[in-house]
């Protein structure tokens, strides 16, 4: 049973997952497991009681070791020393050490018991760490709920020009904008009691130069109240959107300028077109009441120019004739303009607002006007009572001096008109 018992202790202690190995007060290896001289490459004639400790160090972690070994010998014990060993192979790990005494009856130092931990793994994962921190072009952080930075990657310099010593001597919030501090402590409340991510969070950082620098924050919170975070320096793209803003509302500004001067054109043009609408009926009320004002007196000159003719041309010599054929062709061009003016007033003429109309004055003015032609059918319109209504004056005096016209015009042969 001793002898069992001895066998799984011995297994225990070589095929531990840690390196065990002792050294005396010369530091001379005196034991050392299967795990550690597997670490090393090492056959065990080759260590145990062949080699110090020192020799399988590099220089310098064997100058370190040979630095606290005495403090070791006196104080009996090292917690968690990193080292530096040598393969045999030539390369390197890096090893966590702790050890204790072992001591005889007098208190005098006989050799040490130590375990090994490869911790190249994690060192490399660290130095990936380290390295991904301090190239980083963000401002890289690690805080406590105390209030203060604990770890800073050399963007903190980039961004703001403080040295990362200068940096952690102060509380965060000291670099923070007075009017973003209350809003920066409830986002460190949040992570710190309630345990919630902050994906977006923006505040005002002071740069050295006194000005302020606006940073976005994404910040995760961990164990023992400390919290990993990231700033990313927004001022360029923040001044850009204020920028943007102020443009999109000076262009909004112009816009409401612009559509108010248009509106204002607008009612100008209505105001013109109505006015030019207004003058286009005035002069076609004007062509249509001048174009049948002028028919009757021209028509006049035209009869009694015909009887001139008929009855004293032979009493004419050649210049009173030569008058008279003038007086008579330009009566006949003053008949086409006004024919012409009278078609003009016709094209799309509306009718003018309606006003009291005596039709009994319009119809002697009608009959007035067709006095020639009266005297050549020797005919006669008699006028009786007739109403007074609301009408167009103009229309009144067109429809009479066409049914005059017309009856006195298509009539029987040689009977005389009459018109009542």
Aim: glycine share 4%.
């Amino acid at each position: 049973e001793v002898r069992r018992a001895a066998a799984q202790i011995e297994d225990l202690y070589n095929n531990a997952p840690c390196g065990y190995c002792s050294v005396d007060k010369d530091g001379q290896v005196r034991a050392m497991n299967n795990t550690e001289l597997a670490m090393l490459g090492y056959p065990r004639e080759e260590v145990v009681g062949r080699k110090l400790i020192t020799e399988l160090l590099t220089p310098a972690s064997g100058e370190t070791f040979r630095r606290q070994f005495p403090e070791f010998v006196s104080t009996g014990r090292i917690v968690d020393v990193e080292f530096e060993f040598v393969r045999k192979d030539g390369t390197t790990f890096t090893g966590l050490l702790s050890a204790t005494a072992i001591k005889d009856e007098a208190g005098n130092f006989v050799r040490s018991r130590s375990t090994t931990l490869d911790i190249s793994a994690r060192k490399q994962a660290e130095a990936e760490r380290d390295r991904f921190f301090n190239i980083s072009l963000d401002l890289l952080g690690i805080a406590s709920a105390d209030g203060r930075f604990k770890r800073v990657s050399p963007g903190v310099t980039d961004l703001l020009c403080w040295s990362a010593e200068e940096f952690l001597a102060r509380p965060f919030i000291d670099f923070v904008h007075p009017d973003d501090r209350a809003a920066t402590l409830r986002e460190v409340e949040r992570q710190t009691v309630m345990g919630e991510k902050v994906l977006h969070f923006e505040n005002r950082y002071q740069h050295r130069d006194g000005s302020w620098r606006v940073l976005s924050w994404r910040s995760v919170p961990q164990p023992g109240g400390l919290m990993y975070a990231i700033a990313r320096d927004v001022t360029e793209r923040k001044e850009m959107e204020e920028q943007l803003r102020q443009f999109n509302h000076e262009l909004e500004q112009r816009v409401a300028e612009r559509t108010a001067e248009l509106s204002r054109v607008n009612e100008k043009l209505k105001t013109a077109a109505t006015r030019l609408a207004r003058s286009n009926r005035e002069l076609q009320d004007f062509a249509f009441v001048a174009s049948h004002d002028l028919q009757e007196p021209l028509r006049k000159i035209q009869a009694f120019s015909d009887r001139l003719v008929t009855k004293c041309g032979p009493a004419f010599d050649d210049t009173g004739r030569d008058y008279l054929a003038r007086m008579l062709n330009a009566a006949a061009r003053m008949r086409r303009l006004i024919d012409d003016l009278l078609m003009f007033s016709r094209v799309a003429s509306k009718a003018r607002p309606f006003e009291p109309v005596n039709l009994a004055t319009v119809a002697t003015e009608v009959v007035s006007d067709l006095e020639v032609r009266l005297e050549q059918t020797a005919g006669r319109v008699e006028v009786g009572p007739l109403p007074a209504l609301d009408a167009d004056p103009t229309q009144m005096r067109q429809l009479l001096q066409n049914l005059i016209g017309n009856a006195l015009k298509f009539r029987r042969p040689e009977v005389p008109p009459l018109v009542a």
